[in-house]
C-alpha cells in the first residue's frame, strides 16, 4: 500500500514539474504594464488585465499617439520627437513614420518633467536617444526600447523613481553593445529589463 501511494505520489510531482515547465516556456512575451510572462497567443495580461496586444510592427495611425512635436534632423532625412506637445496619453506609442520620413530619434528632454507619462512605446526607427529625454516623469514605469537603438543619452532616467520594466526588443548581448551615456539610468529604483532571451535586474 505504502508503494502504491509513494508512486502516486511520484505521478502527481512529476505532472506538477511538466505544468511548470510549460508555464516556463509560454513566456515567450511580456506585459508592457507589469511585465509578467506571458503566452504569444495571450490577448490580456493574467496580472494587471493590460491588453497586450500591440505589435511594433502595426501602422495603423489609430494606435499612434497624437499631438506631439517634431522637428527635422540635420540631414532632413527624418524626424526627432521634440516634446510631448498637447498630448496627455498615459501610454505614449510613437510612430514609425511622421509626414512620409522615419522618426529617427527622441531628442533632448523629449519627455522632461512629463507628469502624465506612464508608458512609452519606441518604434523600430528610432537610433537614439537624447539625454534627459524622460528625467523627472514621476509616474513613468515602463518603457519599449527596439533593438534598432545604438545609443542613450546621460540621464535618460534621472530620478524616475517608479520606473519597473524596460523591454528590449532584442538580446542581452545587443542591449550591452549600445553606447550608453554617464548615468543613464541614475535615480531610479529597482527594475528589470526584458530581453528576447533573458532579463537583467537593477
Known sequence: MKKIIIL?????????????????EKADKYCWNCGKGLASEDSFCSACGENVEYNMSEESSSVFSEGLLYHPNNTKTGYIVEDIGICNDLKVVLPSQYQSLPVTEIGVKAFYKCSSLKVIIIPDSV?????????????????????????IGNNIFSNC?????????GTVEEWNAIEKGSDWDGGTGSYTIYCTDGEIAK
Not at 161 to 169: D, E, R, V
Open 161 to 169: 523613481h517608479n520606473l519597473k520594466s524596460i523591454h528590449f526588443q
Open 127 to 151: 537610433t537614439s536617444i537624447g539625454r534627459n529625454a524622460f528625467a523627472l516623469c514621476p509616474i513613468l514605469t515602463s518603457i519599449t526600447i527596439p533593438d534598432s537603438v545604438t545609443s
Open 8 to 24: 502516486l505520489l511520484a505521478i502527481m510531482m512529476c505532472v506538477a514539474c511538466v505544468a511548470c515547465g510549460n508555464d516556463a
